[in-house]
């Protein structure tokens, strides 16, 4: 009954009305959005011409028994909305060049102008999130770091910069905007061939097959296409392979994308890496190993 009735426009109208002229005088006063019950720090929010929202932050569920009808009937409305300014409040705020600064210097190393591994550590764990997680694969691409474990002073300021971020609350905010923004096709093309490079050794030219295969999971992360585990098992059964190149390693998204789930729009005469012909065996091979024919099947029954 009650979301019929907040879904009907008349009613709506009712609301806004009844919210726009409660809760101005409130935000007009901050002694008097204390004295509200079940509601603190109200702010007040112009979008274009005259439309105005009300957001409410820090709305307890337990408090919404203390509330009028039409508070009750708002409270969702107001909830989302709190949700929404917050990221729209940290998306549109101006960022300060020298708290970029102060927090670079909290996690820099003592003796080098980098924040290196114990720095990122610090970092990672004042963020919440693992050092080894996918959003801070993430955020090595938005900072263009050149190697791990490392994220330089001009890395770290014009990541933060670009990203429009100068706290920790900021980058946890910008996160799920990450995620989103690596699922577009050619986004997700620079951050795949980005990792390539993140995860060379210096001076190296071809990535380890250990290092490989724990990037090829950890880019895959939100998108892990069919083929990817049987190919990193194949990598992993076979020691002779010892390193990836970057052209199998750029090879290895369009590929992905084009043989399928079984393989079977393989064609064996395109210009792939010969390593993709050898995978393409060894699975032709483990196939028919499990393929009993049916002669056999028969001796086998008797």
Known sequence: MGKCLSCCPATQSVITQACDEKFTDIARNAEAVEDQPGMSDFRRCDKGRSETRIIVNNCAESNGKNLSLTEKLIFPILSTACIENKRSSHSNREYSENKILTLFEQYKDPNENAILIDGIEHFCH????????????????????????????????????????????????????????????????????FTFKFGLEPEQRVLMSEMAIQLWKLVFSDNEPPILQRWLNFLENHPSVRGISRDTWNMFLNFSESVGDDLSSYDDTAAWPSLFDDFVEYENDQTNQNVVPSKEKGILDV
């Open 126 to 193: 004042d963020l919440n999130v693992p050092p080894d997680d996918y959003r801070i694969l993430l955020l090595a691409w938005k900072f263009n770091a050149k190697h791990m474990f490392c994220f330089t002073k001009e890395e770290f300021v014009s990541g933060c910069r670009s990203l429009k971020a100068d706290c920790i609350q900021d980058i946890q905010v910008r996160f799920p905007e990450m995620v989103s923004e690596a699922r577009c096709p050619e986004k997700f093309k620079d951050f795949y061939r």
